[in-house]
């Protein structure tokens, strides 16, 4: 399992490269279909990797920061121009107007937070802006906050991994339960709002 992550991951990086790279991070946090993504460790090991000489570091955090910024943006607007349309059915049981109604309640109330910390939870940083978009937060703000957490995200993560590397000899040894800690670190809020939930119920 260790070599098929650490093989996985550094292939990857060394196959798509940075447009390879821009383009994962756009499709998971502006297209529904990229919830799939390994976002986090993708661009932690970008950073290492770049630390080995493989990209500019100043290139690949501001092309990660741009694709980041620009997903959540195209998120957004899918969520702004579908949702009202989704919601407009009285009798369905999924897409009730309700629920955009307490949509909207909760990214007022919400919303800046969730798309800072959304950016750092798997799955969640896929719907996040689009469920922002169906909740009618401003974009204005919506794009403050999209900014601040795409510069956390996109650029401190590769960072991280790009000092880590630099800092340490032989760092590559212990790149996979770096990677995996960073996997398993990103799933502790979404399992602890799920067990809160569940509590929550009993």
């Known amino acids: ?7 996985d991951l550094i292939a990857l990086v060394q196959t798509v490269g940075i447009i390879g790279i821009a383009a ?3 499709a998971e946090t502006g297209l529904l279909i ?3 993504f390994p976002g986090d460790s993708l661009l932690f090991t970008a ?10 570091i100043v290139l690949l ?3 990660c920061f741009s694709a980041a910024v620009a997903g959540d943006s195209v998120g957004y607007a899918i969520g702004a121009r579908l949702g009202p349309r989704i919601f407009t059915k009285e009798k369905s049981r999924l ?8 949509t909207k309640a909760f990214y ?8 800072i910390l959304a950016r750092f939870i798997p799955i969640i940083r896929t719907f996040a802006p689009t469920l922002a978009g169906v909740g009618k937060m401003p974009y204005p703000t919506f794009l403050a906050y999209n900014m601040v957490g795409g510069f956390l995200w996109g650029v401190c993560v590769p960072l991280a991994g790009y000092f880590l590397g630099s800092a340490i000899p032989s760092v590559d040894k212990y790149l996979v339960p770096i990677v995996g800690g960073i ?5 502790i809020p979404a399992i602890r709002e799920y067990t809160r939930m569940r509590a929550g119920r009993t």
């Open 34 to 36: 990229g919830f799939f």
């Open 61 to 63: 955090v501001a092309v």
């Open 47 to 56: 950073g290492f990797l770049a630390s080995q000489g493989m990209f500019p």
């Open 24 to 26: 994962i991070i756009f």
């Open 95 to 102: 897409f009730r107007r309700e629920h955009l109604e307490r």
């Open 1 to 7: 399992m260790e070599s098929l992550l650490h093989f």
């Open 108 to 115: 007022a109330r919400h919303g800046g937070k969730t798309i």
């Open 183 to 187: 996997i398993i670190v990103s799933l």
